[in-house]
């Protein structure tokens, strides 16, 4: 009976969940977890308090599991607190998993971890695995198993290896010895998943590994936590909480051997309570299974109530997070009871069911970034927020029509040989210029004959055309901005979008043929965060080469992102301050659009009048149907395009 307990508990916990619309949950489309931190475990082993906590987190929103924690800088909860919490939420019909935070405080503000050539704190690690898993059958790591320690005995282990090497050598071995394999040992039937955060491109650094450590460990789960891309120090870019979720799913697939269990979403750094939703909005558009909500305090808490923030600009306007209708959903326990933070996760996840059952399995422009890569980071985020769907992979996406190579692909020491092979099967590539940067001198040069000069011009205008004399303005930015100098050999390349600078021209989008396939350079401004200051006519037809064999693209000013969908399906999210116009722009004459909301049909754009150059030759405009639309700021809506 007991073995039967356990296998029917490991199915509930990690069967793969059926398919979009199937009831997996109290959501339609996903489950909903809630991370209890051990302070908060050991207050809610007092059943007055647990019942008051749990009525109030119930009424704000349905969750269907919580992760209970054990532990968390020095501080273990016990035998008897753990036991009294698990029973209770069990009692209530919640799926109940344990959780591990092996942080060891911290200083001025930073992050402490163990170190792990301490005997103390190896022997305090695998205390604290050893309690979780006595209680649960199935234990997540917070994201603190990493290392920051140099301390005289970290120097003298490390010898002549690189921080790098020994942290990630160091870090397989204390997975393997002080948590999964003392967890196991304790129970039998224990599955340990390992939570990764947001930082992804310097993971290799601290020691996280999600080459052979993430498949060590029974699963993995991933932070998508984005807060605010201006007043944290990460500036971690928004469409980061779609982006990241797509990137873990190709390293640990969904539902394969435990798999990418989910995203995780705190409450902290942000401007407007907006800001909040949008993480869970965009979190459950990359198809996560379940979402975490961090932490049961902060949400449940009285004293911590959810302030609007700073949404004035946009508050009355009729935007897809709607403070009144939020509100309308909470029921007071009594006079002077308001909302947490939990009914706005609770209002911001029902939205959004309400739509993912139509859409499919997301698709973008495969983006290559090995295992241990960093250069150019977050870039692909950067890019999704101007509206290029991306879909991130640790392997050279073959077989596909076309790849994006940032800088991370220097790091695939085979790469110059993966371009070519690409090409000559009539694919094409597109590199950064960061790339180009890194690999101009290591045999790219038998692709095509360009380079970075270590130069800068400040680009003052934008200019479109394609063939000797051609040129269209694209616009001008508000102030020059900064690309890298690109030198390349007139007519063997053709520079397809250019930028000036007075008498200067400098090539933006750079093409050269090569075998059945063609190779571009995308040239990345020096802070890449001014590509929210190009026209917008620039960026539409940078959309416009590389999203040419997609099935949908959209021509929109800068922080207005598309998540499209292999059932002809997509998702536009505003995250402007004001409306935006958008064009959802869609191959061929033939396409129908209609908003999945609405049920209704939208209007089709007449096409332009033909525009000639100044000597009077016709200028190819953009191929397609363009769809426009009006999307709120902070706003999303859904799609499906018809034939």
């Known amino acids: 009976m007991r073995r039967f307990v356990g296998a029917l508990l490991a199915v509930l916990v990690f069967g793969a969940l059926g398919p979009a619309g199937a009831d997996i949950g109290k959501y339609k489309n996903f489950r909903t977890a809630i991370y209890v931190v051990v302070g908060t475990t050991k207050q809610l082993a007092d059943p007055a308090e ?19 924690e054990v532990y ?37 503000g930073q992050f402490g971890t163990f170190d792990y050539e301490d005997s103390a ?61 003392p967890a196991k040992a304790a129970n039998p039937s224990v599955k340990v ?12 650094g601290l020691g996280y590994d999600l080459d052979k450590e993430a498949q060590m460990f029974d699963g993995i789960y991933t932070g998508t936590e ?37 995203g995780w979403v705190d409450t902290y750094s942000i401007k407007y309570a907006d800001r909040y939703a949008e993480q869970l909005w965009d979190t459950m558009f990359a198809k996560a299974r379940e979402i975490t909500l961090f932490n049961w305090h902060d949400l449940v808490d009285p004293r911590y109530p959810v302030a609007a923030g700073a949404r004035g600009a946009w508050e009355k306007r009729p935007t897809s997070f709607n403070w009144a209708d939020m509100a309308k959903g909470y029921t007071p326990a009594g006079k002077g009871d308001s909302f947490g933070w939990g009914r706005v996760a609770g209002y911001s996840l029902e939205e959004v069911d309400k739509a993912l059952g139509d859409l499919g399995t997301p698709i973008g422009i495969p983006s290559y970034k090995p295992y241990q890569s960093d250069g150019e980071d977050f870039l692909q985020h950067y890019l999704g927020n101007i509206g290029i769907p991306i879909e991130m992979t640790p392997t050279f996406p073959q077989g596909a029509k076309l790849v994006l190579l940032t800088e991370e692909a220097k790091y695939d020491p085979d790469i110059v040989k993966k371009i070519d092979a690409q090409l000559k099967s009539g694919g094409n590539v597109v590199i950064t210029s960061g790339f ?11 692709i095509a004959e360009w380079e970075t000069t270590g130069r800068v011009i400040g680009i003052r205008e934008f200019v479109n055309g394609f063939g000797a004399g ?28 250019r930028g000036t600078a007075g008498a200067k021209g400098n090539p933006l989008l750079l093409m050269n043929g090569y075998s059945k396939g063609t190779i571009y350079l995308l040239n990345v401004p020096d802070n890449a965060a001014d590509l929210y200051a190009m026209p917008q006519a620039a960026l539409s037809q940078i959309k416009h080469y590389l999203l040419a064999d997609f099935p949908v693209r959209i021509d929109a000013p800068d922080l207005v992102s598309l998540f499209a969908y292999d059932n002809n399906t997509l998702a536009v999210e505003s ?25 209704k049909l939208v209007a089709a754009k007449a096409p332009p009048p033909p525009q000639k150059d100044a000597r009077g030759r016709p200028i190819l405009a953009p191929s397609g149907t363009a769809f426009p639309i009006s999307l709120e700021a902070h706003s999303w809506r859904t799609y499906r395009i018809e034939r």
């Open 193 to 204: 998943v390992i939570k990764y955060p947001n930082w992804y491109p310097h993971f290799q």
């Open 436 to 446: 180009l940067r890194a690999m101009q001198d290591k045999g790219f040069k038998t």
């Open 226 to 262: 984005t807060r605010d891309p201006f007043v944290t120090d990460q500036l971690l870019q928004q469409y980061e909480s779609y982006g990241i979720i797509r990137y873990f799913d190709n390293i640990r697939p969904t539902g394969h051997n435990g798999g990418n269990g989910g």
């Open 470 to 497: 051609n040129g269209q303005s694209l616009g001008q930015p508000k102030t020059p901005i900064l690309f890298p100098e690109v030198r390349f050999y007139t007519n063997d390349s053709w520079a397809i979008i």
């Open 50 to 68: 647990f019942a008051r906590q749990y009525d109030r987190m119930q009424r704000q929103l349905k969750f269907d599991k919580v992760y209970v």
């Open 72 to 108: 968390r800088n020095h501080i273990f909860a016990t035998d008897a607190e753990t036991e009294a919490v698990k029973k209770a939420f069990e009692a209530k019909g919640i799926i109940v998993a344990g959780g591990v935070t092996l942080a060891a405080g911290g200083k001025n």
């Open 575 to 599: 995250f402007r301050d004001a409306p935006a116009t958008v064009n959802i722009v869609v191959p061929g004459n033939d396409a129908k659009l209609r908003d999945l909301k609405t049920g």
């Open 121 to 181: 704190d190896r022997a305090e690690c695998q205390k604290a695995s050893e309690l979780a898993a006595r209680h649960f059958n199935e234990v997540i790591l917070d994201d603190f198993f990493f290392y920051t320690a140099k301390s005289d005995a970290d120097i003298a282990a490390k010898g002549d290896k690189s921080w790098t090497a020994y942290r990630l050598g160091k870090m397989r071995e204390v997975a393997k010895d002080l948590v999964i394999g």
